[in-house]
């Protein structure tokens, strides 16, 4: 595999054009059981549905609806759809097939526009998973999180000019390294504004290094995982997609990312921007590993980032991420209250919908504190007894005064896997029982245990009555040895999507019904190929350093087939620095500023022309045609080395073998 061909997949992954293939499943969902319907009926008895003030806050302040047009690519590709959830109507009782709490969650996520916050703030909602702000000052504006690409952020942009009038952007400040945050850059500054100094980028310290890390490292399983995580691949519609609980879904546009003309390095840390005052805090490794709130003086208004939204937020990602830690999330928000709380008369997230007044913004923030810390300790508490993982999961129970917040239930993030992250976050994968420190893999221990369960027959025979009494979760979790210890026997594979079918209508949690439904859907009618969100897009990877460059290289070399093989080659990319590269014992080791006398092979290019052949704009023998790329010594040894790198098919199996 060639030098560009291995770096092209930094520009795929995550990234699939649409296919000549079903847009959704052709065996269509099922309805509602009556295990399921009662089962979500029941909710409506237990959490207070009379209380309507997210409705009252959600629509406070509105001033412009969204455009109704749907945005579209260059090539005609659907970027953003704001119809899509037409059909998730506020007011409306929940259908049978989506738990009544989300529903409720969807309708507030669904309300969207332009909307005054305060004198001078402005938020743009659900035209993207995330929010845009937009801060006027003295001389223009500051928006706040571009959300996650460029032709939604410029459609955002373009209705606030309509309503506020047209005014240039002076700054831009991302409040965190999730590319929902930045991605859309460009659809609001040009950068040759911020090149001259015209426009400043503000972002928490290490932001360029974890914005490009999360998404190019693991960033091929990332993407897939995210196609279930957010529905990408569901159609929206009661028994499908009906949103993400943090918002609706992802837009599908052109992932941009600049770099920032200055960093935020420190809590306390004051900034005027366009004459507004702003005081930092760092809060590193709570929802992101790069990650600040602040507060505007002049308008009593905390920004709190991701770190106090409408929900119980992720503390591990379902899409795969590294584990953030609660009890270091909850000292933030405790921080803010101290820092901010005595003032404040306005609270603010870059998701769902902002809290006016001081009691109610420090009996969220506290609730929302709270409920971080509770399962960092109660977790802690219960494994500190004796139990594992996922018996702490099965008896972890919230406080009443938290379980009935609606700011607490688990639209994003759940109790389950929220409690599950923490103990692997203290303990590890390990429960100390040493018959699981090495279990077989899921294959071959799935076809022993159809195997001692008497065969398949017999396993699907007593399913089939667990189904019907409501087991939905024993089903699906004993027909998925079936279905790995024969993914052919399409009885159990349908069994299995059914009950999964029934776990989304009941799930909470908008990421739960999205894996458990494609799961479903998946099991149904085989992989359906379609688009996917592009978070390794040319921004991010002109973005990448050099060392991240050979990191992503050395995460692709297949270390049994390089095992014996040796190389030493320097690069030299002019301004970007000199690196030694060492092959040996199957690993890829590279040392900056550093060059070996003995080399098998020198190559020189610039920055740029890497750039080109990552972003297949330019193949590694027109790079030398061009004299763009210089090799001296054995030149052979590069074509050596990139034969052993990997090639990362995104369409990888999940629910199957």
Do not use: C
Request: glycine share 8%; no cysteine.
């Amino acid at each position: 595999m060639k030098l560009n061909q291995i770096a092209a997949q930094l520009a795929v992954a995550g990234v699939l054009a649409s296919l000549s293939l079903p847009a959704f499943a052709q065996v269509m969902p099922k309805e509602a059981t009556d295990a399921t319907i009662e089962a979500n009926n029941a909710l409506y008895q237990k959490l207070p549905f009379a209380d309507h003030t997210d409705f009252e806050n959600a629509h406070k302040g509105f001033i412009a609806p969204l455009p109704q047009a749907m945005i579209k690519g260059q090539q005609g590709n659907l970027i953003w759809d704001p119809a899509k959830y037409a059909f998730i109507k506020e007011g409306e009782k929940a259908p049978d097939t989506v738990n009544p709490s989300l529903w409720r969650q969807s309708q507030l996520i669904n309300i969207g526009g332009l909307f005054k916050v305060t004198d001078g703030v402005y938020q743009i909602r659900n035209l993207d998973l995330s929010n845009m702000t937009i801060i006027e000052g003295q001389n223009g504006i500051t928006v706040v999180d571009p959300l996650l690409s460029e032709e939604p952020a410029k459609e955002g942009l373009e209705l606030y000019f309509k309503n506020r009038g047209k005014k240039p952007v002076v700054a831009v400040v991302i409040t965190h390294s999730h590319v929902d945050h930045y991605g859309g850059v460009r659809g609001v500054v040009d950068e040759a504004d911020v090149k001259s100094g015209k426009v400043k980028i503000y972002a928490p310290a290490g932001f360029m290094e974890a914005a490009v890390d999360e998404n190019i490292m693991a960033g091929n399983a990332m993407s897939r995982r995210a196609s279930y995580m957010y529905g990408n691949l569901l159609k929206p519609d009661a028994k499908g997609q009906v949103g993400a609980g943090l918002g609706t879904t992802t837009s599908a546009g052109t992932v941009t990312l600049l770099q920032p003309t200055n960093y935020i390095t420190h809590t306390g840390q004051e900034e005027v921007i366009d004459g507004l005052t702003y005081d930092f805090m760092m809060a590193p490794g709570s929802e992101a590993p790069s990650e600040m709130l602040w507060y505007v003086k002049e308008k009593k208004m905390i920004e709190a980032a991701e770190d106090v939204t409408h929900t119980l937020h992720n503390t591990y990602s379902l899409r795969g991420a590294k584990i953030r830690d609660p009890l270091a999330w909850s000292k933030y928000i405790n921080a803010a209250i101290e820092r901010w709380g005595s003032d404040a008369q306005v609270i603010i997230a870059q998701h769902h919908w902002p809290t006016w007044g001081n009691d109610n913004i420090n009996t969220l923030m506290k609730g929302q504190r709270d409920m971080y810390r509770y399962i960092n300790d109660q977790t802690l508490r219960m494994a500190n007894q004796g139990l594992t993982r996922d018996e702490i999961a099965a008896n972890f129970k919230l406080p009443e005064t938290l379980e009935k917040t609606w700011a607490s239930r688990g639209y994003y993030g759940s109790v389950s896997h929220d409690v599950k992250a923490t103990y692997v976050f203290y303990l590890g994968w390990f429960d100390g029982n040493p018959a699981t420190l090495d279990e077989l893999p899921p294959e071959q221990a799935a076809k022993k245990y159809v195997d001692y369960m008497g065969g398949a027959d017999k396993i699907l025979r007593k399913a089939k009555d667990d189904y019907a009494q409501g087991n939905y979760r024993w089903v699906a979790q004993v027909v998925s040895k079936v279905v790995f210890a024969d993914p052919n026997n399409e009885a159990a594979r349908h069994l299995e999507a059914d009950a999964l079918e029934q776990l989304g209508y009941q799930a909470e949690s908008g990421p739960w019904r999205n894996f458990y439904l494609t799961g479903a859907q998946e099991l149904r009618n085989g992989v359906v190929k379609a688009a996917t969100p592009n978070t390794a897009s040319p921004d991010t990877v002109r973005a990448m350093t050099p060392d991240m460059f050979f990191d992503y290289m050395a995460v692709h070399l297949n270390g049994m087939k390089a095992a014996n093989a040796k190389a030493l080659l320097n690069f030299d990319f002019g301004y970007e620095g000199k690196y030694k590269v060492e092959l040996e014992n199957g690993v890829l080791n590279h040392t900056a500023d550093a060059q070996a006398k003995e080399a098998d092979a020198t190559i020189t290019m610039s920055r740029e022309t890497l750039n080109r052949i990552i972003l297949k704009q330019e193949t590694v023998q027109q790079a030398k045609a061009n004299d763009d790329m210089k090799i001296s010594g054995n030149a052979a040894k590069l074509d050596e080395l990139m034969g052993y790198m990997d090639k990362f098919e995104f369409w990888f199996n999940i629910v199957t073998p």
